[in-house]
């Protein structure tokens, strides 16, 4: 039986063998390389973690992939939660706009923020109607966080859409039936069983929110740098492959360390309270007495 289990798997091995372990060994041995580029060996990790440049990338990084994944999980759980619940006869189309986005590419979509978001566009032109001082979002931080968030939101409303569609509406009617108010029960009930899907979405815009190069490098440019656009130009610009190898395993180790704590600390979370403490005043009236 373990065999016939190990051949079932033997195919799967091969392909994570050959398309993730060997290639990731090939940048580790690359990083590794000594009279290469800047730095020497192990010099290199040493230089990125003592430099304030590397340091600033980096943590740049780090807190606008967390923003975006804020950004995304605000506004994308009432959109996934209203696409479950509703009985529009629309909610085909209105599902549908949520995959509109991902045919569209991102490099269209990023120039189409640099035009709305540039110091003549149309979100300064509305700040000047309404008095308001114009707003550097081009080349900013707070530029890639807006255009990462329309880029990335579609996957949390997707993946929150997935978690609320497997939670039977009738759990919050009997909560209601039993008293609870509405907020309460999408307290007690609808959100402790979605965290599920909120971790998920969460752990896959952070992610996609490090690793991202297009949208970062039109809207932030060289003034905003992050961990994408330094590896294209260590590698492409400056042709340091070994300088932008030990980036890369450096921005891998980082991003696996924070999404294996996340998940660690999200886990233990009570996935399944379905229960719905009521006061005992609740219960006398829901009881009619």
């Keep these: 039986m373990r065999a016939v289990s190990g051949l079932v798997l033997l195919p799967a091995a091969m392909v994570l063998l050959g398309f993730f372990v060997l290639p990731m060994a090939f940048v580790v041995a690359t990083s590794l390389q000594s009279g290469v580029g800047i730095g020497s060996g192990i010099g290199r990790y040493v230089l990125f973690f ?124 009997a909560s209601r039936s039993l008293g609870a108010s ?36 039109l809207l932030g440019g060289m003034q905003a740098p992050m961990m994408a656009t330094l590896i294209y130009r260590q590698a492409v610009v400056a042709y340091d492959l070994p300088s932008a190898a030990a980036t890369s395993m450096v921005l891998l180790t980082i991003t696996v360390i924070l999404v294996t704590f996340y998940y660690r600390v999200a886990r233990p979370l009570p996935l399944n309270r379905m229960e719905v403490p009521l006061s005992r005043m609740e219960v006398r009236k829901a009881e009619g007495v």
């Excluded at 991902?102 to 109607?129: D, E, H, K, Q, Y």
């Excluded at 991202?212 to 490098?217: D, K, L, M, Q």
């Design 50 to 173: 003592s430099d304030p440049y590397y340091q600033n990338i980096l943590l740049r990084t780090l807190w606008i992939a967390l923003a975006v994944v804020l950004c995304t999980l605000i506004l994308g759980y009432p959109v996934a939660y209203w696409l479950v619940r509703t009985e529009s006869r629309f909610r085909m189309l209105f599902r549908g706009l949520v995959f509109f986005p991902l045919i569209t590419s991102s490099i269209v979509r990023t120039f189409g923020w640099i035009i709305l978001l540039s110091n003549n566009g149309f979100v300064n032109n509305i700040l000047a109607a309404l008095g308001l001082d114009e707003v550097q979002f081009l080349y900013r931080s707070q530029g890639i966080i807006i255009g990462l968030a329309h880029v990335l939101l579609p996957f949390m409303i997707l993946t929150l859409m997935g978690a609320l569609g497997n939670i039977d509406p009738a759990l919050e009617q």
């Design 182 to 217: 509405p907020w309460r029960s999408f307290y007690r009930i609808v959100l402790p069983m979605s965290i599920p899907g909120v971790i998920a979405g969460s752990l896959l815009v952070f992610a996609l929110s490090t690793s991202a190069f297009v949208t970062p490098a």
